[in-house]
T-cell receptor, first 111, second 112 residues
Framework: EDQVTQSPEALRLQEGESSSLNCSYTVSGLRGLFWYRQDPGKGPEFLFT???AGEEKEKERLKATLTKKESFLHITAPKPEDSATYLCAVAPPGSARQLTFGSGTQLTVLP | NAGVTQTPKFQVLKTGQSMTLQCAQDMNHNSMYWYRQDPGMGLRLIYY???????DKGEVPNGYNVSRLNKREFSLRLESAAPSQTSVYFC???????????FGDGTRLSIL
């Protein structure tokens, strides 16, 4: 069974304190890995897609990387407005299954 | 840019009542999805529609039905609501796999 595990479940950072969130997966033949940001009371907002090991994507203070078994979301010098829950999801092969989501990492950035 | 629009935003039902959650997208996407999100469980797929005219079960389809009304609209129906269906329901759409899915802001449903 495809599994996506995110760690840590919760992370508290001081403003400016860089860190990384982890998403590990057990899918064989990954067709894509997606990162989303979710604010309270809102739907997930798409951030990045990664398709192959070694690929990296950047947006402002966020950088996503992918290996064969995991992805990292690096947050450089975070600000309080980066506080949110970050979700990753994988697209396994085949047509019967769609995205498999992890449970998310709740990030709090303190001023 | 509306993207994915869900109605209603909030709803309270009594056990046994029925209701339909509506979803519409204006991005000309072929595929649409219904998820539920529960604390500690992540997003779980209920049903999806890969293209207009087709629907398929996801991970947790029991107690739900769907209708792909046209390319824009995908509705989710609870025929006889149960307290276990209390959740936040999200609709999403995508241009296909493995393109990213784009989500609405959800319907918060409480069943008493």
């Amino acid at each position: 069974e495809d599994q996506v595990t995110q760690s840590p479940e919760a992370l508290r950072l001081q403003e400016g304190e860089s860190s990384s969130l982890n998403c590990s997966y057990t899918v064989s033949g990954l067709r894509g890995l997606f990162w989303y940001r979710q604010d309270p009371g809102k739907g997930p907002e798409f951030l990045f897609t990664l398709y192959s090991a070694g690929e990296e994507k950047e947006k402002e203070r966020l950088k996503a990387t992918l290996t064969k078994k995991e992805s990292f979301l690096h947050i450089t010098a975070p600000k309080p407005e980066d506080s949110a829950t970050y979700l990753c999801a994988v697209a396994p092969p085949g047509s019967a299954r769609q995205l498999t989501f992890g449970s998310g990492t709740q990030l709090t950035v303190l001023p | 840019n509306a993207g994915v629009t869900q109605t209603p935003k909030f709803q309270v039902l009594k056990t046994g009542q029925s209701m339909t959650l509506q979803c519409a997208q204006d991005m000309n996407h072929n595929s649409m999805y219904w998820y539920r999100q529960d604390p500690g469980m992540g997003l779980r797929l209920i049903y999806y529609s890969a293209s207009e005219g087709t629907t398929d079960k996801g991970e947790v389809p029991n107690g739900y039905n769907v209708s792909r009304l046209n390319k824009r609209e995908f509705s989710l129906r609870l025929e006889s609501a149960a307290p276990s269906q209390t959740s936040v329901y999200f609709c999403a759409s995508s241009g296909g796999r493995p393109e990213p899915q784009h989500f609405g802001d959800g319907t918060r449903l409480s069943i008493l």
